[in-house]
């Protein structure tokens, strides 16, 4: 880019965008957080707004097994006659639960691995590189097998093998961005009035890192739905009676073609919850890095 | 160069290291005894004690991670439970299947995703690229397991256009018998030219290719459109298309070369992914391929099973990035130096 | 050769530059000064038709021997750029395909232009030796060669298909002392030799005060001064002009 001499390409000057000036950009970061933003508030209302709340449970309905959508049940009912609307909207909190917990686990995780390499560099960079590479190469999928065959298979489980595969990629991250930021010279300045180490990763590198840290942690979000989802159709997350989405299409699949309703909508909502996700992750890193998003 | 390779290939080296210590650590955390797994539910303690002896479980923890270790470089990759033949030989037998699926998929995702992405970079911020990003992220964002059901659905269950499960029309056998060369029915069929069964084949394989190439199809148009539009930024863009260089060969040609890194080192990724997004597909369209025989192992619970098949992706993994490693410093000189 | 009336870059409705008129005559030394933000490179990319690219828009008139310039097609463009008019850019390096052997973007260049097999490579051979450069430099990498050189082989490029015009943005800004005075002398030697008209920009009044015939300074987006380079250079009547000499380095100045 021709950023020295400044007056060459883009004489409009992008920097940090406050929230519209990005939604003008990416018109689906609005699509993706609205999206979103629905979501996540059915799945914290979902005891009030369901209409069969007790369905997310261990309740059977025999007289109700496998009813078609109607005006009663809009997705229609599954093999033990639970409404599939309440399943899939309780849906959204083992999901969204699950995700947040694999966010926060690997971002921690990742930060803290990364950042140590990033800025110690050396031996210790190196053996912390490697033995990131080797998590990074184990698929998740058979990461939770393993875990789920030590422990017992549950959705926090599950959630525990893919921070396991996840951490990783924020390390990579982290790392990456505290090896510039030394090179960079950013925390010269610290180190010259004689701010502690820790006081200079603190205060210096961990907020420039931050910001790709939280468009990754974005796109993330819908690879750990999918994740979460694979492993829970498989039976290795949440057991039954848990409405978790992956195991409802899994329960509805022998069904499929007598009951198309039971497998397509809680696939339907793993679809969407990533592409809502997606779109903001999408769009964010539009809005941040202009160079990405210019014409 | 040459020092660069070395370095890359020391670092792989490590890493698969890792990867053995890995599943070895795991192998010993997973509760019950191999030893009685093996010998069976009616075996007495002197049989259990042998079967003990026999794989080593009486040795110290670091002996039994040296023969560990050895036993894989030797190719003893341990004994399957639900098949009782050696793993490796499970592996070599069901990963070709598999790798038709994926290696088809993977051509179908670069054949259409980075034209596509192209296309994107060229009507970056008019409403192509949208569309087209909008087609990239639905892509990224199936389930693999609900696409998978809903194509069989959709495709076998109410047009009836294409087939919903296994590799061919069996009852072609009778009529055009098929000869086995390497024991995959679609290639077989193509060496011999049996076209009957070939063109059954072929059809059986259009849904799980499809299923499998949606993700790496998506991440390629992405990728592709980043790359080439940062790159259309460059001044050495701008140089050429002030010799006078048409708009096809600016995009496609001189910005699309230095982008071809991403892209490269992405395959590698998605490949790894889709041999594991390959476990899905081939349960549901009963594909005998590596996911099939991995579902099969995790229903069993069959440690050295699951163990086998997580060692091979993740050697795949690493054997990938080295080779994309290598690819990256053939097409820019810059990694290199 | 050159004529621009009026001319207007502008993204979204700003002006980014406004060149009410500028005249560059065959075997004539323009110069164009101002510092960054003038709109002095948003200029040299209207003139090559490139600034669409960029997302700006262009109006007002650019006639190349009475031909009009700004209503050509894409297609018309390309039988323009290269061929009649060439440009230079600041970054020698970064304006080469970091992927690309020097010697296969020449090659395509020329090929591109109709140029025969049997041809180029006399071709590049001579058009390296104007700018004082071996052949070996078509067997590297842009990230294998200094930036002097790489400015020389771009300049041996762009003159290689005989343009009539050459713009120059920035060609020297990039470079260190003794290599400015080595990629003047072959811009110089081009003139000389062919005829070639230039547009030398920079932010640098001794290196335009070096070569230019006149002198055109911009803020801005605006001229604020033009004329004989030895009347704007001696004797500036703007403000802004005297304030740019007044940054010259007096070595640079006694070189008029």
Known sequence: MSAASGDTLDPVRRSRLPWAAAARRSPL??????????????????????????DAGFATHPADILLGPSRSHLLGTDSVGRDILTRVVYGARVSLGITAFVLVV?????????????????????????????????PALLLAVALTSVLSPSALHAAMAIAATWWPWYARLARAQAAAIRHQGYSDAARVIGASRTRQVLRHVLPNAATPVFVQMSLDAAGIILTAATLSYLGLGAQDPTPEWGLMVSQGQSLATTAWWVVTFPGLAVLLTAVACNFIGDGLQTALDPKRGRR | MARYLLSRALQAL???????????????????????????PKATPAEIQAARVRFGLDQPAWRQFLDYVGGILRGDWGTSLHTKSPVLDDLLRVVPTTLVLVVCALVVAVGVGVPLGVFAARSSGRLGDLLAKIFSILAVSMPVFWMAI????????HLGWLPAAGQYNQSLDSTSPLFTVVHIPVVDALLTGNWPVFLSAAQHMVLPVITIAAFPLGACAMVTRAAILD?????????????????????????MRPSLNPILALVALVFAYSLTNSFIVESVFDWPGLGSYAIDSIQSLDIPSILGVTLFVALVYVFLNLAVDIAQALIDPRVRS | MIRVRDLRVSYGGRVVAHVPELDLPARTVVGIAGES???????ALALMGLSEYAGARVTGSIALDGEELTTKSPSEWRRIRGRRMGMIMQSPRAALN?????????????????????ERASR?????????????????????????????FAIALVSALRPDVIIADEPTSALDVTVQAEVIEVLRGLRDKHGTALLFISHDLAVISELADSVTVMRQGEVVESGPAGEVLRAPREPYTQALLAAVPVIGRSAS
């Open chain 2, 231 to 255: 790159n259309l930024g460059e001044e050495h863009i701008r140089m050429v298309r002030a010799l006078g260089f048409r708009e096809r060969s600016v995009l496609g040609r001189f910005a």
């Open chain 3, 124 to 152: 590049m051979r001579s058009a390296l030796d104007e700018v004082v450069l071996s052949p070996d430099i078509l067997q590297r990498y842009p990230h294998q060669v200094s930036g002097g050189q790489a400015q020389r």
């Open chain 3, 98 to 118: 970091p992927t690309m052997r020097l010697g296969a973007v020449f090659s395509r260049t020329l090929k591109l232009h109709g140029v025969g097999g049997g």
């Open chain 2, 150 to 157: 809903l194509l069989q659905l959709v495709f076998f269950s």
């Open chain 1, 106 to 138: 690997s971002a921690v995780v990742g930060l803290a691995v990364g950042l140590t390499a990033g800025f110690v560099g050396g031996v210790v960079d190196s053996i912390l590189m490697r033995i990131t590479d080797v998590f990074l190469a184990f």
């Open chain 3, 37 to 43: 933000g003038s709109g002095k490179s948003q200029t």
């Open chain 1, 29 to 54: 970061l609005t699509v993706g957080a609205v999206l979103g933003l629905v979501i996540v508030v059915m799945g914290l209302l979902a005891p009030w707004i369901t209409p069969h709340p007790q």
């Open chain 2, 14 to 40: 490590a890493v698969v290291f890792g990867v053995i210590a890995l599943t070895f650590v795991i192998a010993r955390l997973i509760p019950g005894d191999p030893a009685v797994a093996y010998a069976g």
